[in-house]
């Protein structure tokens, strides 16, 4: 008989299935088809849930039942502006406690990247993209930033797929290989700095136009040319 899934294991894979965009923003997380896809009771499924509502993964609506999030351009440009608090902080200590073979991992990852990009794997592109901003925050070594930056991560993925403009990579490739250089020559500065740019370029390059509610920034529009 095959062992029961814990709930750590069902609450990772399900992680993994919206990062991936195979479960995309708004899709309903049905307690007994889950229960029934993994095999568990669904009062595993209801603590899996509980867990991914308590982190803004997914959105319980009462007496209609749980469903993927999906952040407002409001709620993007909050996940944004924290990550920009939080992450050249976090930067700046992998700058000081970073290995070497921390930054031989980090180098590989950018390698993985640049495979997924050469083979134009949109969902492996987004989801390595993300883990390469983990990575740092797990080298900075605090539990508690590296947590809050899974979160705002989960949720980044979501924002990009509701709002990616069409042909625009989630993270510019070499400014990932950019911020390893900076943390290898350990210039906290530079690390610092780019990583706010960099940030800055994910969020610029995301078409916050194409929200339903939000009305046309005319101005944007005919800002060029
Ligand atoms: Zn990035």
């Known amino acids: 008989m095959k062992k029961e899934l814990s709930v750590d294991a069902i609450h990772q894979r399900v992680v993994l299935a919206i990062v991936e965009h195979r479960l995309p923003p708004g899709t309903k997380l049905g307690e007994e088809k889950l229960a029934k896809v993994f095999g568990v009771s669904r009062t595993m499924i209801r603590q899996v849930i509980e867990r991914l509502a308590h982190d803004s993964i997914v959105t319980v609506q009462p007496n209609r039942g749980a469903y993927v999030s999906s952040p407002s351009v409001e709620e993007a440009r909050e996940v944004f502006a924290a ?75 979501l924002v ?39 940030l800055g370029h994910v969020e610029a390059s995301l078409d916050f136009g194409r929200d339903d509610d939000g009305e046309v920034d005319f101005e944007a529009v005919f800002a060029a040319n």
């Not at 070499?174 to 610092?192: N, T």
Request: aromatic share 4%.
């Open 160 to 198: 990009i797929i509701l709002y990616d403009a069409p042909n625009v990579p989630a993270c510019p490739y070499h400014e990932h290989s950019d911020l390893v250089d900076a943390i290898e020559a350990r210039d906290a500065d530079k690390a610092a700095h780019l990583m706010v740019d960099h």
């Open 83 to 157: 990550r920009r608090l939080i992450e050249p902080d976090l930067i700046r200590r992998a700058v000081a406690t970073a290995t070497p073979a921390d930054i031989r991992r980090l180098r590989d990852h950018v390698g993985l990247e640049h495979a997924a990009r050469a083979a134009n794997e949109k969902r492996a592109i987004i989801r390595l993209s993300g883990e390469f901003h983990q990575i740092i925050a797990d080298i900075a070594g605090n539990r508690f930033l590296a947590r809050t930056m899974r979160e705002l991560e989960t949720l980044t993925c």
